[in-house]
Antibody, heavy 117, light 111 residues
């Protein structure tokens, strides 16, 4: 059974760095063709793909945010991490961790971030 | 970036009737073998759920009343017959290139 669970700080002040953790089970990120990614959704709005990391450590970022994003993984502990630097109110959203092939076949329940001074 | 335009933004369909949602891409997202379009269903307060992969392949466990079609730049999600539980917002997504993008969503109400 594949599960993913996101964790994060809940609330940050503008200019701080967001650190998110995705803890997953039921698959291995050392399996060829496997990736884990992050997608966010502001309340009441649409979905935005942020980044993903492949089994071979290849990383891809959304160019619109690339300068602020860092994705990494710890395969042995089944975790993927995402950092977003210099957050502002526009980063307020629910952040989802997803298992990714070309599509996103498993999603976590999401963790909500509010950026407020 | 590839822009996915969904239409309509919202629709209301009577129980048992057909719902049709369109997704148009700003450039082709198909090869001779595959179309890199996926459909998701998002119910209120839940994460999205994968329904259709590669434009027309039903994800395991998804009811057969959901179907997808299309190629090139024009894709369609059909739901027939609609049930009460199909009330949700539906999104298309492509994986043709980075960045992956989603359509703006279509909100389905069952009358």
């Amino acid at each position: 059974q594949v599960t993913l669970k996101e964790s994060g700080p809940g609330i940050l002040q503008p200019s701080q760095t967001l650190s998110l953790t995705c803890s997953f089970s039921g698959f291995s990120l050392s399996t060829s063709g496997m990736a884990v990614g992050w997608i966010r959704q502001p309340s009441g709005k649409g979905l935005e793909w942020l980044a993903h990391i492949w089994w071979d450590d290849d990383k891809r970022y959304n160019p619109a945010l690339k300068s602020r994003l860092t994705i990494s993984k710890d395969t042995s502990s089944n975790q993927v991490f995402l950092k977003i630097a210099s957050v502002d109110t526009a980063d307020t959203a629910t952040y989802y961790c997803v298992r990714q092939l070309a599509h996103f076949d498993y999603w976590g329940q999401g963790t909500t971030l509010t950026v407020s001074s | 970036d590839i822009v996915l335009t969904q239409s309509p933004a919202s629709l209301a369909v009577s129980l048992g009737q057909r719902a049709t949602i369109s997704c148009r891409a700003s450039q082709s997202v198909s090869t001779s073998s595959y179309s890199y379009i996926y459909w998701y269903q998002q119910k209120s307060g839940q994460p999205p759920k994968l329904l259709i992969k590669y434009a027309s392949n039903l994800e395991s466990g998804v009811p057969a009343r959901f179907s997808g079609s299309g190629s090139g730049t024009d894709f369609t999600l059909n739901i027939h017959p609609v049930e009460e539980e199909d009330t949700a917002t539906y999104y298309c997504q492509h994986s043709w290139e980075i960045p992956y993008t989603f359509g703006g969503g279509t909100k389905l109400e069952i009358k």
